[in-house]
């Protein structure tokens, strides 16, 4: 089991054998960019010419469309797929769930165990291939509480003003309303029981005007009121643009991914392959290849809202990596890990190399408490690193490394970057930081100042209005015969989100904005829990070396970009310092003889 990683490269072999003996198979993976890889490696060693399918969001709905007819009509032996065959397939002909890489939670690995023998009085089989060995923890865990029926919990979910905001433009465009029939009706709804009077008048007002700063705006004027006072649409090219707008779910700008095809000098789109954000196209030139839809293609260029490919033949193709797919090891389940790390008559269930490990964890540094947060800091080179094992996934981690790079700035200690996991963070600088007030430095009054000052400044507050403006309807991406691109779209939301923040800065949509933030791309209430979970409970481990716990963290170093020119300088000239086999080695070093077995 290798120390580090997400691809579950090591296994491929084994996998392919069991595909080899299964009738059909789904292997689960967790991001469009594993979904990719996976297949691309299981053709590369398909020796028996198997017929293989592939399945994620970002094809094109023909494409997935056609897997699933092959599925139902038996034709292939697996689908390396992600989320998007976890529900409602129902096809009695797959035999086998094979769940690559950790599942993250326990309902979301049952969910997924279910596809298989989806026959009458037939039990579902599943094989889970952890990637690493944290994983492997976390995949046992997982086996653990499907077998008890310790299902993650979900939170309760408030409403939200902009979904509100669209919701009241609906209504107006079916038929005029009066204010007092549809608050009551909106209170009579669970996620809004608790709207305010005042609060649902400033959402009204948000459809009528735009708001205090935008009212001179004839264009935010979406309702009026009629002479009986009622609300309504304020005419028909209104409603049919919020019709065309109309959804709650925003993802992020994507470009159609085509064929091109030449005409004289110039590139035309062809054959629709799927779909990608536009962001990655960013760094693309003309030429460079990459893995998509389980082929090679070479970039050729934009047109539109369309990216021109053609087919490629190259053995070091570049590979898409969407990092907007991944979600973060679920509140109960990294409850389960802890408690097991802590245990020692746990381990007996686990692998012996990852025994060995967790020995040897425990040898050179500790074993953290399940109610505890292990701190570990140490030297290395001319840097000095603090690893941190909150085990509660990676969005809160890395809020809580942007948050503490701060307040060591404050501290003078000079942070030079972060890394983050699921499973812990690593922070290094130019000065030490064994003498720090670890209490002290992990306070909740984190998200403090420190909190809004940082999301004042950060692109995440631009992101995350932009969603809240499309899904309010206060910008329009599509209007009868043209479609904004993602770069409009921003650029139009970026004007607006400035003009409120110096003249409306308490405006309805930057306060949803901050919450959304908050909510979904900085998981604060969750940081929130560990902070205060931690608070006296931080357990510090000074040491000379790299633990085996870091090796995970450390890899990512110089696989990721930091910020600022002069720190990937640095790593670029350090990234064999932290290949994996160096830094194993390191740990490694005069081990007992009785642990080197966790090599």
Not at 9 to 20: G, K, S, T
Not at 49 to 61: C, D, E, M, Q
Not at 197 to 208: G, K, Q
Not at 226 to 251: E, F, L, T, Y
Request: aromatic fraction near 8%; hydrophobic fraction near 45%.
């Amino acid at each position: 089991m290798p120390w580090a990683g997400h691809t579950g490269l090591h296994a491929l072999p084994e996998v392919y054998d069991i595909i080899r003996r299964a009738g059909m198979a789904l292997i689960f993976v967790n991001t469009r960019w594993q979904a990719e890889f996976v297949f691309q490696s299981l053709w590369a060693m398909n020796e028996d010419n198997l017929p293989i399918g592939l399945h994620h969001g970002s094809l094109a709905a023909e494409q997935r469309r056609k897997v699933e007819a092959a599925m139902a009509r038996g034709d292939l032996r697996a689908v390396v797929c992600t989320s998007t065959l976890d529900l409602g397939i129902d096809w009695g002909d797959v035999d086998l769930v094979i769940q690559l890489a950790a599942p993250r939670g326990a309902s979301r690995l049952v969910q997924r165990i279910g596809r298989a023998n989806h026959r009458l009085d037939e039990p579902s089989k599943a094989l889970m291939v952890p990637a690493s060995r944290f994983e492997m923890l976390e995949c046992q865990a997982a086996r653990e509480a499907v077998a008890e029926n310790a299902f993650d919990w979900e939170p309760i979910h408030t409403g939200t003003l902009d979904t509100l905001a669209q919701h009241v433009m609906g209504v107006a465009c079916a038929e005029p309303f009066r204010l007092e029939d549809l608050y009551a009706e909106i209170v009579a709804c669970g996620p809004y029981r608790g709207l305010t009077w005042e609060s649902f008048e400033e959402v009204v007002d948000l459809v009528a005007t735009g708001g205090y700063a935008l009212r001179t705006y004839d264009r935010f004027a979406r309702i009026v009121r009629d002479r009986q006072g009622r609300w309504k649409v304020r005419n028909a090219q209104i409603a049919q643009r919020h019709r065309m707008n109309v959804g709650a779910i925003v993802s992020a700008a994507t470009l159609n991914v085509r064929v091109a095809s030449r005409r004289g000098q110039r590139l035309t789109g062809g054959r629709k392959i799927g779909e990608v954000e536009e962001s990655y196209f960013e760094p693309l030139t003309p030429g460079d290849t990459f893995v998509y839809a389980g082929q090679v293609w070479a970039f050729q260029g934009i047109s539109g809202m369309d990216a021109l490919v053609m087919p490629a033949h190259d053995s070091d193709p570049k590979i898409p990596s969407w990092g907007g797919s991944k979600f973060p090891i679920s509140v109960s389940l990294a409850g389960r890990v802890r408690r097991m790390i802590e245990d020692r008559d746990h381990w007996r269930v686990l692998p012996p190399d990852v025994q060995e490990w967790l020995e040897l964890q425990e040898a050179r540094s500790a074993i953290p408490r399940a109610g505890d947060m292990l701190v570990e800091t140490f030297p290395r080179g001319d840097r000095h690193f603090l690893v941190a094992y909150p085990f509660e996934g990676s969005i809160a981690h890395t809020t809580l490394a942007m948050l503490l790079t701060r307040r060591l700035d404050r501290l003078g200690v000079g942070p030079l970057g972060f890394v983050c996991t699921d499973y812990s963070l690593a922070v290094w600088s130019i000065r030490p930081m064994h003498g720090l007030d670890l209490d002290a430095l992990f306070e909740p009054d984190l998200l403090g100042d420190d909190l809004e000052a940082w999301l004042e400044e950060s692109f995440m507050m631009k992101r995350s209005f932009r969603n809240c403006a499309l899904i309010s309807g206060l910008i329009e991406r599509r209007q009868p015969g043209a479609e904004k691109t993602g770069r409009q779209v921003t650029f139009s939301t970026d004007l607006i989100y400035d003009v409120l923040r110096r003249h409306q800065p308490d405006h309805l949509l930057l306060r949803t904005a901050r919450a959304d933030a908050a909510s979904g791309l900085l998981d604060v209430a969750r940081l929130g829990q560990l902070l205060t979970r931690i608070q006296g409970h931080v357990q510090h481990a000074r040491l000379d070396k790299p633990s085996p716990f870091s090796v995970p963290v450390l890899v990512q170093i110089g696989r990721e970009r930091v910020g600022g020119e002069a720190a990937e300088m640095i790593l670029a000239a350090h990234a064999e310092d932290f290949a994996l086999e160096t830094l194993v080695a390191e740990v490694m070093a005069d081990a007992p003889p009785e642990l080197e077995g966790a090599r």
